[in-house]
């Protein structure tokens, strides 16, 4: 309920069947502007090699995202997902 809230107002039009895009992602970061900044990753090899597509502008707390198969997914430890960089 809370994720519908935010897309509500974020002017995002996410649902179960849409992935949504970096244009998506990018107007979550203007909804959250300075409060989080929002990092999404996309694997760039099969050793679980990751970069970075989009970085929102700096903020305190940060969101990090993976990005695959058209679906993104938090990430928890930022660390570890990084192989411990």
Known sequence: ML???NCYYA???LCC??????????MF???F??????IVYVRVSKIRQYEKIYVGPTAK???FIRFEDNH???IDGIASFLGGR
């Open 17 to 26: 069947s849409n992935g949504g895009s970096l244009d998506d992602v990018d």
């Open 33 to 38: 502007f300075d409060k989080y900044q929002i």
């Open 72 to 74: 993104y997914d938090a």
């Open 3 to 5: 994720m519908q809230w």
């Open 61 to 63: 707390r940060k969101i």
């Open 11 to 13: 002017g995002v039009g």
């Open 29 to 31: 970061q203007r909804y």
